[in-house]
């Protein structure tokens, strides 16, 4: 199945959608952005997304999944309550 999107959504936007979808649903993050970009045909004008975009999507939905679950760890800093 072919996936789309609405071009004047950014890809931060997509990429922020997937990664609520993976924390909050538990799901994985391919599935994730297919989600997302399945969405994006209920628009008026959705285009289809070519695979160099969508892998660009997938490495930084990674990113920043990665990021989310280092910061998750992280101590606080002394004083914080």
């Not at 952005?33 to 660009?56: A, K």
């Amino acid at each position: 199945m072919p996936l789309h999107w609405y071009r004047e959504t950014s890809p931060a936007a997509c990429v922020a959608g997937a990664t609520i979808r993976v924390l909050l649903q538990g799901i994985e993050p391919d599935e994730a952005l297919q989600q997302t970009l399945y969405n994006g045909r209920h628009t008026d004008n959705p285009e289809e997304i070519t695979f160099d975009e969508l892998n660009s999507l997938k490495e930084t939905t990674q990113a920043h999944l990665e990021q989310i679950r280092k910061s998750a760890g992280a101590v606080p800093a002394a004083g914080g309550r």
